[in-house]
């Protein structure tokens, strides 16, 4: 079983629809959470990270964490062409600087005009 | 300010050939890292520096791979020689003050091997 699980989609919603992305993970010391976005033939790009439980918003985007679920999400509001891309979610342990990130393995989305 | 610089950006060889992969960080940022991302994957680290030292290698295939960073800004990664299977997207990436979370990506390299 790999640490972080995500649904590879793809996923296809209409221009304007609210998009939920999501991941779980089986790690109970990961404290650091991140989503990145990737779009083709491009590195990643880091959209927010959020530390421990608890929502963080920026724009359009929000991401949540569950720890007593192992559970994390990204919701996308209002949700534009140019969101189409791969996202994926990644997180670390806290207990060193040094502890390495873990990469889901990224939900192709697709937003329809 | 520029981003992760890295060249080439796409490279094909042919099996048991060597190949090199160079990346220029972020100006300041003293932490560089190298990932393996195959399609349809998450990026896997290689290799992460803190200025000259390597401080995690341990995924990186010491057999075939190698990993420099002299000056303790820009890095190269080697392969030789090459097998089919390392036939993937080769990332480098970057981080400074903000922490491992604040990591900034290069584009990649996209190898070939034939």
């Known amino acids: 079983q790999k640490e972080v699980e995500q649904d590879p989609g793809p996923l296809s919603v209409p221009e304007g629809a609210i998009v939920s992305l999501n991941c779980t993970y089986s790690n109970s010391a990961f404290q650091y959470f991140m989503w990145y976005r990737q779009y083709s033939r491009k590195g990643p790009e880091l959209l927010m990270y959020t530390y421990s439980s608890g929502n963080k918003e920026d724009g359009r985007f929000t991401a949540q964490v569950d720890k007593s679920s192992k559970y994390i999400s990204l919701f996308i509001r209002d949700s534009q062409p140019s969101d189409s891309a791969t996202y994926l979610c990644a997180m670390r342990a806290a207990y060193s600087s040094a502890s390495k990130i873990i990469f889901g393995s990224g939900t192709r989305l697709s937003i329809r005009p | 300010e520029a981003g992760v610089v890295q060249s080439p950006r796409y490279k094909i060889i042919e099996k048991k050939q060597p190949v090199a992969f160079w990346c220029n960080p972020i100006s300041g940022h003293n932490t560089l890292y190298w990932y393996l991302q195959n399609l349809g994957q998450g990026p896997e680290l290689l290799i992460r520096?803190?200025?000259?030292?390597?401080?995690?290698d341990s995924q990186l295939p010491k057999d075939r791979f190698s990993a420099e960073r002299l000056k303790g800004v820009d890095s190269t990664l080697k392969i030789q020689p090459a097998e089919l299977g390392d036939s993937a997207v080769y990332l480098c990436?970057?981080?400074?003050?903000?922490?491992?979370?604040?990591?900034?990506f290069g584009p990649g390299t996209r190898l070939l091997v034939l």
């Open positions: 520096y803190e200025n000259e030292e390597a401080v995690d």
């Open positions: 990436a970057s981080s400074g003050r903000e922490g491992p979370e604040t990591q900034y």
